[in-house]
């Protein structure tokens, strides 16, 4: 009766300081049990699990070693709330996997040019069959990066428990997560700070900026 839900590490890093749940397909909710959540050294890739008697389909995992370029991927997530999107809904975004990269920060070598939106940060990127061929998480520089799903199946032996998120660690991809966590409460002001730390490493992101706007507008 155990699920397990693979994610991005930077959603999921400060699940200690709030309360998270799982919301399956049919509006069930499940609590995150925070002492069995697991994170991928490495790689921004975390695994989450929760209980439940109830059947549910489980993804099933493609072959990312078999993409090749102009092949058909598609991005999918639940995008944070901006102007002319008032709450989260499901978004499925196709587009065309573009190349691998030789060397990816944190396992980003996935390269593909779906319409991916804040808050879609693990999702998952699948193959024109359906089947995950990779975790979405990052944009910069104009390229939608994720991490190839048989990157972690090669490093799957190495989960550990997740560690506690601090401030001295953390890392831009975090703040872009924290500001969307804290426009989600309304509290725009902080928000507007922490995208502007994530800019740090990605000073040319239409996404930030654009989730900047967003909070300057609802403020």
Not at 6 to 13: A, E, G, I, P, W
Not at 132 to 149: A, D, H, K, Q, T
Not at 187 to 194: L, T
Not at 196 to 213: E, H, M, T
Request: proline share 6%.
């Amino acid at each position: 009766n155990t699920y397990f839900v693979l994610t991005s590490h930077h959603v999921v890093r400060y699940l200690k300081k709030h309360n998270y749940v799982i919301k399956t397909s049919d509006d069930s909710l499940y609590p995150v049990d925070v002492d069995k959540v697991q994170e991928l050294p490495g790689f921004d890739l975390a695994l989450v699990q929760f209980q439940s008697n109830k059947q549910y389909r489980v993804a099933e995992l493609g072959n990312s070693d078999q993409l090749t370029g102009g092949a058909n991927v598609y991005a999918t997530g639940f995008p944070v709330p901006g102007p002319g999107r008032e709450k989260r809904d499901y978004r499925f975004s196709p587009g065309e996997f573009q190349r691998y990269q030789p060397v990816g920060d944190n396992g980003y070598t996935m390269v593909y040019n779906s319409e991916v939106i804040p808050g879609m940060s693990g999702g998952p990127v699948l193959d024109r069959v359906g089947h995950i061929v990779g975790i979405n998480g990052r944009s910069c520089s104009g390229l939608r990066l994720g991490i190839p799903i048989n990157s972690f199946l090669a490093n799957q032996r190495n989960l550990r428990q997740l560690q506690d998120g601090s401030a001295d660690n953390t890392r831009p991809e975090d703040f872009w997560s924290l500001g969307g966590a804290k426009a989600e409460k309304g509290d725009y002001e902080s928000a507007i700070r922490d995208y502007q730390r994530a800019l740090q490493s990605c000073p040319d992101s239409p996404d930030i900026y654009y989730q900047i706007g967003a909070a300057q507008y609802r403020a």
